[in-house]
């Protein structure tokens, strides 16, 4: 079984060679040093932030089930970070708008740290407010850093292409190979060191510091609407306002929440999927499996944005139906597979198809981030764009929450089946999007 592991693994990553390596002239963007410079410090900033983030990700689960807290305890927890991302992501996004992304991005860094301090304590409440923070900081990472990139990119003068280049770097690095980096040096601390659940979170701590003092040093602060005038109520109604009268924007906010929300539910099931019976499944592996499936989809998107005669707009509606498609897959695998695994053994052939099909969804995933950074750039107005970001945001919030709260309630093929409706869904409104558009 481990040789089927490796196999899988290294032909995964010699299709991800082949797709850089193929590239040709047509598939590249020439752009000049200062671009180059600016993207450089751009990705280098954003992926010491990713790797804060996901440093985090493999054990917090764990360090609560060693401070004694049950499902039950650890899924209100949980709920409570998504629930603050919902109730004070779309403020939070105001303040950055009127009072600079640069000083929400610093605050990001701030809270994430205080967050990670919080971890040492093994008091409930203490904990619940680190999650609370945690969800500020999530809604802070997903909207100040996009928002400050793009001012600052047409601030310079740079071509609106090139954004394209950034988006598809940031997602490569900063959702693929940081995520699999932060993974191994998280499970090295942790295990191999044997220092313990909380240094993954001390690292990342000590990660956002140092880019908190890049960013303090080599970026230059802009604004989305800095009038003094103007109250965050104002703001926050002026933002609603826009969503509600361009239907670009609202089909745009309704495409982002329906693909998200699916691809949050995808992360609680997979597991159960693949070990339906309680088999011995490398959840690292194939962790590392999705996130280079995934880099291997924004390589394959790095060269359809670059390409002027491509339009997202078209492209994303087959990438959403592939997508429905394969969260239908244990559906239709549990219907014509006898095979059945038992706990403690290994995965059978069902749970091994089902991962080949798993790993195109997150090829889907990795062609979806940087499409939809291009797409939010040209349609979403600059004076309120993480105000917005940040509304889009709260549908994905609130349906995490739901599913996190009756996980229990569905059977996985049901909750596998909503989420194919949601992409397909997804399929249909981005036609329209592009008809509007």
Known sequence: ME???????????????????????????????????????YLFVYCLMMAGDW???????????QYGFDKGDIGRLFIAGFGSSMVFGTFVGSLAD??????????????????????HSPEYKILMLGRILGGISTSLLFSAFESWLVAEHFKRGFEAQWLSLTFSKAVFLGNGLIAIISGLVA????????????????????????????????????????????????????????????EKIALLGAIQSLFEGSMYTFVF?????????DEEIPHGFIFATFMLSSMIGSSL?????????????????LVFLVSGITLLSPIVINLFTTSRGEK???????????????????????IFWPSIMKLRSQYVPEESRSTILNFFRIPVNIFVCVVLYNVNAFPITIMFGMCAIFLFMAAVLQKRLMVAA
């Open 344 to 366: 403690g053994g290994s995965m059978t052939m069902a749970g091994q198809l089902q991962l080949f099909v798993f790993c195109i969804f997150e090829v889907c995933v990795g």
């Open 3 to 41: 040789a089927f592991y490796i196999a899988f693994f290294m032909v995964l990553l010699l299709l991800l060679g082949a797709v850089e390596l193929g590239k040709s002239s047509k598939d590249r963007i020439i752009t000049n040093a200062a671009f180059s410079s600016f993207k450089n410090n």
């Open 269 to 277: 099931l997979w597991t159960p999927a693949l070990s339906p019976n």
């Open 187 to 246: 499970n090295l601390l942790a295990d191999s060191l044997s220092l313990g659940p909380v240094s993954p979170f001390d690292t990342a701590a000590c990660v956002l510091a140092l880019g908190m003092a890049i960013i303090l040093y080599t970026w230059s602060e802009n604004y989305g609407d800095a009038s003094e005038n103007r109250s965050l109520l104002d703001q926050f109604k002026g933002a609603a306002s826009t969503i509600a009268s361009d």
């Open 55 to 65: 440093l985090q990700g493999p054990y917090v689960y764990f360090l609560y089930t």
């Open 98 to 119: 009127k009072y600079g992304r640069k000083r929400a991005s610093i605050t990001y860094c701030i809270t994430y740290i205080l967050s990670c301090m919080t971890k």
């Open 301 to 317: 998107a790095s060269r359809l944005l670059a390409r002027s005669s491509v339009r997202a707009e078209i492209y994303l509606q």
